[in-house]
């Protein structure tokens, strides 16, 4: 199923979203333009290869998330007008840009990411909070795509236990403490510019990279402007579309650089905010 029309998803599309937690594909980006920022984000990672490199899998999402917060060209990308259209198809017309991760899996890499359900670690309400995962290389089975359970969304929420697993990508090695239904699992396949979308509680997961091609997305986690969070500290969130009437997250402007210093400066800082309003350590 594609998306018909460039200004969101159709009523088709939107009851797909409903049913199951999750739709795709979103097109988004064009070829040339999908290529351009995989250029962007390849140029960042080389630039920060030697503070990436010397962190455990765990602990990486201290380079390679937030930086929409703090880089104009990856602020460009969550706030592209098809992403946005889409996600206006499913949160409403006020919502804001809480969170983003970069997910790398080169040729052989054996991390993946266990079944869990996002909803049980981040602590909002209510559950008008979506996930769009946009791929800048193309992501299918072999190279560890994002894998889905369909309905998952809609019941109450699973058991999960800690399993601190090496090659998690998980901060916890998170998974649920219940078989899943593989009839219901579904691989989200892309292409480069396209994305998907899936919903708070919806189970999902990916598998390692048995391939010789890389896998490189961007999970944007988007939430509604009435969305509340439990935090130690007021969460932190960017304003993308409609208003904010509700001032439940203290709200960034967009950034206007492109570069980051060596140590990461202040987007160390706002990382280590966000990781500790999503799963604060024990």
């Not at 006020?94 to 869990?116: C, E, I, Q, R």
């Not at 919903?199 to 048995?210: E, R």
């Not at 969070?229 to 904010?244: H, K």
Request: charged share 20%; glycine share 4%.
């Amino acid at each position: 199923m594609t998306l018909a029309n460039p200004t969101g998803l159709t009523q088709a599309q939107q009851r797909q979203f409903e049913e199951d937690g999750y739709f795709f594909p979103v097109h988004v980006l064009d070829e040339k333009s999908a290529q351009h920022y995989l250029d962007r984000y390849l140029e960042f990672h080389r630039q920060h290869r030697d503070r990436i490199e010397k962190m455990p899998v765990k602990e990486r999402y201290m380079v390679l998330s937030e930086l929409h917060f703090v880089l104009r060209w990856a602020h460009e990308l969550v706030t592209h007008p098809a992403l946005l259209d889409a996600v206006e198809s499913v949160l409403g017309p006020d919502f804001l840009v809480w969170n983003t991760s970069w997910f790398t899996k080169m040729p052989g890499d054996k991390t993946y990411v266990s079944w869990h359900q996002d909803g049980m670690y981040w602590k909002m309400s209510p559950p008008k909070i979506v996930t769009a995962w946009l791929a800048l290389a193309p992501s299918t089975p072999a190279n560890g795509c994002l894998r889905v359970v369909a309905g998952t969304h809609t019941r109450p929420a699973l058991p999960h236990r800690d399993t601190y697993a090496t090659d998690n990508a998980l901060s916890r090695g998170q998974d649920i403490a219940v078989e899943v239904d593989e009839s219901k699992v579904v691989n989200i396949c892309l292409q480069p510019g396209e994305a998907s979308l899936h919903h708070v509680w919806t189970v999902h997961g990916s598998k390692a990279n048995t391939s010789d091609i890389p896998r490189i997305g961007l999970a944007i986690r988007y939430v509604a402007a009435e969305v509340k969070q439990e935090s130690p500290t007021p969460p932190l969130a960017m304003l993308v579309r409609g208003q904010n009437k509700y001032s439940h997250f203290e709200t960034l402007p967009p950034p206007t650089e492109d570069t980051l210093p060596a140590d990461g400066g202040r987007h160390t800082e706002i990382v280590t905010r966000i990781r500790a309003s999503i799963m604060p350590k024990k």
